[in-house]
């Protein structure tokens, strides 16, 4: 009795202490005219148990956000002051002009369980962030991926070929679930393009040995897993008490082992290859340049202005074997869920709407006679429809629905007397401004003309944010884009694509990192005679 009394004197005191903790918060933002909305990550936990999902928060929170006019609200995340940008002009500043003051993420040390994340680009910071983007941009120009683009095209035809074997090869197939087919082609691209090794992923119907190991490296944002990242955030060293880690062991020496022989193997062979590890071996050695005229505007606003303090040696070891292990598993990491995402949305939107997709099927077989019945980089980026069915898709169903900045230097908010402290963050809401009416008129359309040549220079580009932007901006952009058009193009030239009866109209997207849907997604494909 006398224990239970204790422990709910001990609940009473907690909730008192959260409650007079709010109320503090909610004085000290509402004393700067920034609304408070107490602690976001404790929130997104929360109604996570109460099965919704990050994205059920950010659009609820932007809606909110929007009805109040509030263009800069406040957060403290266990006593982290964080806040939510939703101001194109803000966001502009914050992302390019004053980027010095942004240049990390508001990000958690790594637990000593998951040893490859300390040396991958996305969770360094400062001076050895700057070093170790300024070494790995270079790999990723347009004559870099120029160069990865057969083996692109390679999996395009496993990926046709696997597609006419689940639907009966006999030109109609009735329903399919797209995902396992793009996960293959995602998977194998990676393989070969990023770690120069064979996925196997088309060879069977179940996920090889690869897959199953690319595929377990996903991360998943289940109640569980934002518990661990609360308790890692709040301190590493609890977090390394009770084992916590977010890959599993085998995995990461899966990826180690096959990538360290890689590496071995050219080197003692003295032999290059066509693959990331080799673009990362000559990065190591600064012998990549990137020439101005390969750059558009979002890579121009990436370029890191500053000079980087971070000497040679440090510099080298960044990318030293276990740097490119690290990265090699960072571009499976990022380039994976987000890739597949963005194909699985295509495929929908081309069955919803059949006049956009005979339009683009128009366009395809054109590019495809004039090339004499293969695709070249060149060639897919000639499709201006292409580009523009998949530039409405990343807006309308954009894969990463949030990105962050943690602040480097103290800044104060233009148009405010906040001052965000070193240490400090704020969060991008993506799909919130992707589905803005101000930004965007009928958001809810789907409108690959809202991107034509005409109209694309009246979108604010920074309410388009699928791939972030600044420096920090994704370093994959060319690699994902490349990758996506071969695999539709092989797609529209040679199925048919309807909704099927499990189709998801209206869509309902699953709690995944990515955005996808729930449940799979099944559509009906159809071969197309030539
Ligand atoms: C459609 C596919 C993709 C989408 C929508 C996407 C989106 C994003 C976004 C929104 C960010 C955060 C940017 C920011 O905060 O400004 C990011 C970062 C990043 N992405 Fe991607 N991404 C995609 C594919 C890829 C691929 C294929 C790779 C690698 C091969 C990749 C590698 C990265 C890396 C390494 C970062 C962190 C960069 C840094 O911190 O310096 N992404 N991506």
Known sequence: MGI??????????????????????????ESKRIPYRGNGIFRVVLNSFKGLSILDDVISSYKRDKAENALVTGNNDFGVITLGIQDPDLLKAILVKDFDHFADRRMFSAPKNDYL??????????????????????????????????????????????????????GDGGEFDIIEAYSKFTMDIIASSVCGIDSHAFDQKEPSFFEKMGQKMQLSFDGFTLLKIIVISLSTTIGDFFGF???????????????????????????????????????????????????????????????TTTDKASTAELLDDDGIVANAVLFMLAGYDT??????FVAYALALYPDIQDKLRTEIDQVLEENGGEFSYDSLNKMTY???????????????TVTDRGCT????????????????????????????????????????????????AKINQYAYLPFGGGPRNC???????????????????????????????PMKFSKSNSLKPQGGMFLGLHKIQH
Do not use: C
Not at 386 to 400: C, G, H, K
């Open 386 to 400: 292409l580009d523009m069915v998949i530039n409405e898709t990343l807006r309308f169903y954009p894969p990463a």
């Open 117 to 170: 994340f300390k040396k991958m680009l996305f969770f360094q910071k400062g001076e050895q962030w700057k070093a170790l983007r300024s070494k790995l941009s270079p790999t990723f120009t347009t004559g870099k991926i120029k160069r990865l683009f057969s083996l692109f095209d390679q999996s395009g035809k496993k990926l046709v070929k696997y597609v006419e074997q689940e639907i009966g090869g006999n």
């Open 245 to 307: 880690s977010f890959f599993a062991r085998d995995v990461q020496d899966f990826f180690s082992v096959a990538i360290k022989s890689s590496i071995h193997d050219r080197q003692v062979k003295n032999e290059k290859r066509n693959d990331f590890i080799q673009l990362m071996l000559e990065a190591r050695e600064d012998k990549l340049k990137i020439e101005d005229h390969e750059l558009d505007r979002f890579e121009r606003d990436a370029i890191i202005k500053t000079e």
């Open 4 to 29: 239970l009394l204790i422990l709910a004197g001990l609940v009473v005191l907690l909730v008192l202490l959260w409650q007079w903790h709010y109320h503090k918060n909610k004085v000290y933002f």
């Open 409 to 456: 230097k103290d800044y104060k908010i233009p148009g405010t007397e906040f001052i965000l402290k070193k240490g400090q963050g704020l969060i991008i809401p993506i799909y919130g401004l992707h589905h803005d009416a101000d930004y965007f008129p009928e958001p809810e359309k789907f409108d690959p003309e809202r991107f034509s040549a005409e109209n694309k």
């Open 339 to 344: 890739t597949q995402s963005l194909l699985i």
């Open 475 to 505: 370093i994959g952009m060319r690699f994902a884009l490349a990758e996506v058009k071969v695999a539709i193009s092989h797609l529209v030239h040679n199925f048919r694509i309807e909704p099927s009866k499990k189709t998801l109209i």
